[in-house]
């Protein structure tokens, strides 16, 4: 089991920064991905930014690219994401998730976490 905790949501104006935190536990030496993902009003859940858990490279959603930074720290249990000139069009849910298999879908949530751009 995982257990993934977010924190650091709330209200930013537009051009604003915001850093999110995930706190991972339990067996975390099970995940093999890693990633945030947000949910606006009245949408689908979206991909935003991810990484193999062994390390490499980051991906992002084109959206983000060149805003959002995602990181880790060297412990391993905190994930972040940093997010900067953010618009309006960020406002959603943002939740981390993880995934234990190469080829499954991510089956570990955490709890969400607000953010909300006011223009």
């Known amino acids: 089991q995982v257990q993934l905790v977010e924190s650091g949501g709330g209200l930013v104006q537009t051009g604003g920064s915001l850093r999110l935190s995930c706190a991972a536990s339990?067996?975390?030496?099970?995940?093999?991905?890693i990633g945030w993902f947000r949910q606006a009003p009245g949408k689908e859940r979206e991909f935003v930014a991810g990484?193999?858990?062994?390390?490499?490279?980051?991906n992002y959603a084109d959206s983000v690219k060149g805003r959002f930074t995602i990181s880790r720290d060297n412990a391993k249990t905190t994930v972040y994401l940093q997010m900067m000139s953010l618009k309006p069009e960020d406002t959603a849910v943002y939740y981390c998730?993880?995934?234990?298999?190469?080829?499954?879908?991510?089956?570990?949530w955490g709890q969400g976490t607000q953010v909300t751009v006011s223009s």
């Open positions: 998730a993880a995934r234990t298999l190469i080829y499954g879908s991510f089956d570990y």
């Open positions: 339990g067996h975390t030496s099970s995940i093999y991905d």
């Open positions: 990484f193999r858990w062994s390390g490499g490279i980051a």
